[in-house]
């Protein structure tokens, strides 16, 4: 019988500990007769202050173990002379006993569970090869996870073991089977808390499997219109053009606008979509100075107007909304209004934020957006909101220059029926209540399982940042999150620097969801594999 209220972790407990010895006591003495039998019915191995235990629990009863320990000699260095010699060149082995499992549990999962947290602890650890007396009676079993044998069986009669390893190469060329049976009972339902691609809302997954056609036919001319029609209203703009590509294209077509601008701009950053503003600036050479600062570092409105009052050559800002990197939110209608009173043009990068919070672009001169983040769509188009009517210009590569969208209804070339009607779909599904209600769901549930995160009413709630303490491993929480099932954010070169983990909640998601992701997320806590 499986039993949902199962944790697996890495002992730590002196209550644990006791049930370890007792556990120990009833495989090693009761059933395999190994050792003698005491009043106490509690058996301490001899390596015990060696051991590291990886455990098996319901709730609060330990129901399965294995031991890990590096330290030589082995137990297996006692049984057999000359170990070294059976074993592989480069060979960084630890040794695995006293594998146990009470019998109520044993046609359950428990094993496997076992082995996969002993496999993730090893590679943890960078021992390369795991070694194992293996039982005479589930020699069978091992082999399908693929231990080897190797030299004589040792032991006593009764009590008979096989000298097994396993190897990390080993395990990658079974692992089909292994992961095969993990899932013969229940697979995991997938649960996407990534920035991009979201998670689908059926309907809108529908509408992306439409038959293609053509672009050039009036059907997609008329789709492409009223899709226009929606995102302008959704964010009070004039204008919209729908390009193939991503938010960076988008971002580079807006860079290609602000170059014919006369004067200076100011660029403002303190994460890495803000600094990628300041690359898009140097890579097209617009002239421009920049308000930088640190990660996650507030920017105010006075340190904004400060340039804006001593260099009066600024005639435009370009800033992010949202800055995915942290989640932290700038003060969109402060920022407009500093516009208006300077009279600079501004240009937002609202990729992380149209869809999510309220975005008012009616004093924005450019903005840029995807399809594939908050408005809940699929990736594969970029949007740039536009206030003035935009015309050609030959001094601009083609695929870059907005006015050759304005001037053809925003298909000058290729264009996809599939992601436009998804696009149309997702934007009637927008909700930006209910995003800021299940955030706040959210939050509290961070708080009251003991998490931080960044920031409160000035952050996004399309994105909830958790800085992980240096003890554990960001890298390992998400690659144990992703073999459970649950996507988040963390493979981003500037999340692993930091070692946060991020939960993005810009697609379809509900409050339940989220729950079962925490839920693994604290069992994975727990077990202290991912500790460093």
């Known amino acids: 019988m499986e039993h949902h209220t199962l944790i697996y972790k ?9 049930q370890i010895y007792q556990l120990n006591y009833e495989t090693f003495v009761e059933e395999i007769p190994q050792h003698q039998q005491n009043q106490r019915r509690r058996l301490i191995d001899k390596f015990d202050r060696e051991n590291t235990y990886i455990i098996a629990k319901d709730e609060e009863e330990v129901v399965g173990m294995i031991a890990v320990s590096a330290n030589r000699p082995f137990s297996l260095d006692h049984k057999l002379e000359n170990l070294d010699d059976y074993l592989p060149k480069h060979a960084t082995p630890c040794e695995v006993r006293l594998l146990s499992v009470k019998k109520a549990y044993r046609k359950s999962m428990v094993f496997y569970q076992l082995v996969d947290l002993l496999v993730s602890y090893c590679l943890e650890k960078n021992y390369n090869m795991a070694l194992i007396s293996g039982t005479d009676r589930q020699i069978k079993l091992y082999k399908r996870i693929g231990f080897e044998s190797f030299g004589p069986m040792v032991g006593t009669e009764g009590a008979m073991y096989q000298p097994m390893y396993l190897t990390k190469e080993k395990f990658a060329t079974t692992s089909r089977a292994f992961t095969k049976m993990m899932l013969q009972k229940k697979k995991p339902k997938q649960i996407n808390f990534l920035p991009g691609p979201v998670a689908i809302n059926k309907e809108v997954e529908r509408a992306f ?32 053009q729908i390009v193939v590509g991503t938010g960076t294209l988008a971002n580079d077509l807006v860079a290609a606008q602000m170059k014919k601008l006369p004067g200076k701009g100011l660029i403002i950053a303190n994460g890495e979509f803000g600094y990628r503003l300041i690359d898009h600036a140097e890579r097209l050479g617009l002239y421009y100075v920049k308000l930088e600062k640190q990660w996650n570092e507030k920017v105010t409105i006075q340190e904004i107007e400060r340039y804006l009052k001593t260099d009066r050559e600024i005639s435009w800002i370009w800033t992010v909304h949202c800055e995915t990197s942290t ?13 208006i009173d300077y009279d600079v043009k501004l240009c937002v990068d609202a990729c992380s934020s149209v869809g999510v919070v309220p975005v008012d672009l009616q004093n924005v001169f450019l903005a840029s957006t995807v399809s594939g983040k908050g408005l809940g769509a699929y990736p594969g188009l970029g949007i740039v909101f536009h206030q003035e009517p935009i015309e050609p210009s030959n001094a601009i590569p083609r695929y870059l220059d907005l006015g050759q969208y304005t001037k053809t209804d925003s298909v000058p070339y290729t264009h996809s029926s599939n992601l436009i009607l998804a696009l149309s779909e997702a934007v009637k599904r927008v909700s930006l209540e209910g995003k800021q209600t299940l955030a706040n769901g959210v939050r509290s549930m961070l708080t009251e399982a003991g998490f931080d995160y960044l920031g409160m009413e000035d952050y996004s709630p399309g994105i909830i940042t958790l800085p992980l303490p240096s003890s554990v491993s ?15 954010s963390y493979e981003s070169d500037y999340l692993l620097k930091r070692n946060w983990i991020q939960f993005a909640l810009m697609g379809d998601h509900s409050l339940a969801e989220f729950a079962e992701a925490l839920a693994i997320l604290k069992q994975i806590i727990n077990s202290k594999v991912a500790f460093v």
Do not use: W
């Open 209 to 240: 499997k439409n038959t293609a056609i053509s672009h050039r036919s009036k059907a997609f001319i008329d789709e492409m219109k009223t899709v226009q029609s929606k995102l302008c209203e959704l964010v009070n703009a004039q204008n919209t």
């Open 10 to 18: 890495i002992a730590s407990e002196p209550e644990e500990m006791e």
């Open 474 to 488: 960001s890298r390992t929480i998400g690659d144990r999150l992703k073999d459970k099932g649950v996507i988040v």
């Open 327 to 339: 989640g932290y939110l700038y003060d969109l209608n402060k920022i407009s209004q500093l516009a």
